[in-house]
């Protein structure tokens, strides 16, 4: 017996299709207000990646190119980076739209994926950026197994998450209001890891992430290299 439909909620409204600027206020205020239904939302977000792709494309390849030459954690691990046989640069570090939820993304044949319509500030990039290229490091020192191995897929997000600075307190204070002073990175770093991990196809829920991630902690967390220390 299927299970019965979803009712509609008769409090949210639907996207007005239209382009001109009192249609995009109406869609807009619904959104601020929460009145738009999750349909309406997704259109919302789809309709404004649409109108300003090139736009997103572009503010993200202007960042990308000053942080390569001036962010301090960037140089770095492109220098470690550099000491293992490989590089990143303006060639393999791409600015492109996204459909799905994530800033960005590392293949080891592609390079690394930012997210330019997820993404609007330096900060958020530089941390995408450090993030990713912890994950290239990882793939040239360790030898990763990308496909068939959560264990490995944990431990470089885990590392990954605790080293960029995504999970830095301000971050978490600001941003997502954690306002705890105890274990907080170690919290953020988890919660991260295990959701990269449960959006592998071999992980099958989050139960199942969390529990990769645990079995990996004591070995991976603790290890920052290649910095001497959690930098930021």
Request: charge should be positive; glycine fraction near 4%; hydrophobic fraction near 30%.
């Amino acid at each position: 017996m299927s299970e019965p439909s979803k009712k509609p909620d008769p409090n949210k409204k639907e996207y007005i299709p239209g382009d001109d600027g009192f249609t995009r206020w109406r869609n807009t205020f619904n959104l601020l207000l929460g009145r738009l239904s999750d349909e309406g939302v997704a259109q919302y977000i789809k309709k404004r990646d649409d109108r300003f792709e090139v736009e997103d494309c572009r503010r993200c390849e202007k960042h990308r190119d000053w942080l390569l030459q001036y962010s301090p954690i960037v140089r770095f691990m492109r220098q470690k980076i550099n000491a293992l046989g490989s590089d990143v640069h303006n060639r393999n570090i791409r600015c492109r739209r996204c459909y799905t939820w994530q800033g960005g993304g590392f293949d080891p044949t592609y390079g690394i994926l930012l997210c330019a319509n997820r993404m609007h500030t330096r900060s958020q990039i530089e941390d995408t950026m450090a993030h990713e290229m912890i994950h290239a490091y990882d793939h040239l020192r360790f030898k990763m197994e990308w496909k068939n191995n959560l264990r490995h897929a944990a431990c470089t997000e885990i590392r990954a998450s605790a080293l960029s600075g995504e999970c830095r307190w301000t971050e978490e204070f600001f941003q997502k209001f954690n306002f705890k002073l105890m274990q907080q990175h170690q919290e953020c770093v988890r919660r991260r890891a295990a959701l990269s991990v449960m959006a592998r196809p071999d992980c099958k829920d989050d139960v199942h992430a969390a529990k990769v991630v645990n079995e990996v902690w004591d070995s991976c967390y603790p290890d920052t290299r290649p910095f001497d220390e959690i930098y930021r």
